[in-house]
Every structure is written in C-alpha cells, then in structure tokens.
C-alpha cells in the first residue's frame, strides 16, 4: 500500500512571499510551449513562423489560459456558489481551474492573435496543438504534488491513499495516469503526426479527438467532484465535458482531408 509523500505544496519561502509548486507547473508549461515552438519554428520553416510571433502568441495564450480557466470552472462547476458568493470569484489563490474553460480561452486568444498577425485561425492551432500537451502533463505533476483530484477507491497494488481525502482508503493516483496520457502520450502522438505536412485543420482535429479520448478514459479512474459526483448515464462533468471534443475533432480532420 503507497501513502502519498505530501510534499509541501510551497517550493520555496521569500519572506512573505511563497512561490507554490502548482505556480511553476504553470511557468514550466509556458517554458515548454515556448522551447518547442522555437524548435517546430526551425524544424518546418515551411509554416512561416517568426520568433516574434511567437512570443506574441504566448502573450495571447496565458491570458486565454488564465482567464478561460477560472471562468469555465465558475461556470462548469460551481455557478450557484459563486452567484452567492462573487467575491470569491477573484480568490484565485484558494485554486479552482477548468482545462475544458482555458481551452476556450485559448480559442478566443487564437482568434485574436490570428485577426493581429493576419494568420488564418487553423495554421494557427495546427501550429500550437503539438506544443500544447507537456504543458498539461506538467499542470498534472502539479496536482500529484498538491495531493488533489485523486482517484477513486482501488484494490490495485499501486492504489495510494491520500491523506487530504480524509478516509484512509487506497485510491488510483489517477494525476499520473492523466500524465501520461493527456500529458506524454498525447504529445508523442501529435509530435508525430506534425512533423510532416497535414491538411489544414488535421493536426488541431487530432488534438481534439486525442485529448478528449484520453481525457474521457481517465476519468473513469477519477473521482468526480464532491460537490457534483456523477451526472447522468454515470458519466463525470469531465466526461461530458469530453465528448463535444471528440465529436468536434472527428469531424474536423474528417472535413480537413475531403477539403483536400
């Protein structure tokens, strides 16, 4: 049986200053999306990429990410608390992010940036969709190390209990599981498949298809929300939140090769 270590979730004191692991998850992710994107900037000349439009599209993409994801949690998860309490919107600090909510922030970013450099909006996410996963895997690390969004009740010999659920009972660590899924496999995946020239469209209708599926399968090993639990067909908010995706990057890469 695996106790979780639990780690401080504080990396380092500056005297009233305390720069927090889950902090530098979200530094380490802008870090990676920014070195990757130089080196597919190199890699394929051919897409007609600039370094500085790069870091322009950084920019647009931590205010998207940011952003999109304290509202799409607001609004996914917790409407009715915060319509009571609407202060608390702006409590960042006490956590509260939606990948699906930054998601959207990030197609807003996309847009924006795309109507400043002239660049159609699918080079745009074809460019980005490969850059994007070990950024996730590293929002996922950050998760293990707060012992949060743990897994659901196991007998498996790896299952973990983590003291912050308060029961004593093995779970799955599922934050791993959507590590190396969401994280490492969907990144080789897309990696792969941009490395050569794609329809418009095709690379960005894989992410969404990749993730959504990986997404949807590790939910299963996740335990819902307290405060939603599961919705209807037993599916989690994660899940149905999921599924819009898969369809969506399905039909994308399907329209993107008959555009072809």
């Not at 990396?11 to 597919?40: D, E, Q, S, T």
């Not at 952003?67 to 409590?91: C, D, N, S, T, W």
């Amino acid at each position: 049986m695996l106790v979780h270590p639990q780690f401080d979730p504080v990396a380092l004191h500056l005297g009233p200053l305390a720069i927090r692991w889950y902090g530098l998850m979200y530094l380490a992710a802008f870090a990676l999306f920014l070195g990757l994107g130089r080196y597919r900037m190199h890699a394929r000349p051919d897409l007609g990429w600039h370094r500085r439009e790069l870091d322009d599209l950084l920019f647009f993409g931590v205010l998207g990410v940011v952003l999109g994801g304290r509202l799409g949690y607001i609004v996914f998860y917790k409407a009715a608390y915060y319509l009571q309490h609407p202060l608390e919107i702006f409590a960042v600090w006490q956590g509260g992010m939606s990948f699906h909510g930054g998601f959207l922030g990030v197609l807003v970013a996309v847009w924006l940036f795309a109507r400043k450099s002239g660049k159609s909006w699918l080079a745009v996410t074809d460019f980005i969709a490969p850059l994007v996963p070990l950024g996730l895997g590293a929002g996922r690390i950050g998760n293990f190390i707060n012992g949060e969004l743990w897994g659901r009740p196991t007998g498996v010999s790896w299952g973990m209990i983590f003291p912050q659920a308060g029961d004593g009972i093995a779970r799955h660590p599922s934050q791993l599981y959507q590590f190396a899924l969401e994280g490492l496999a969907l990144f080789v995946l897309l990696w792969w498949f941009s490395a050569r020239p794609r329809p418009a469209g095709a690379v960005s209708g894989l992410f969404l298809t990749g993730y959504g599926s990986f997404r949807f399968l590790a939910e299963f090993a996740r335990e819902p929300d307290n405060f939603l639990g599961l919705l209807s067909l037993g599916l989690s908010m994660g899940q149905w939140l999921s599924l819009p995706m898969i369809v969506a990057g399905v039909a994308m890469m399907r329209w993107s090769y008959l555009r072809r």
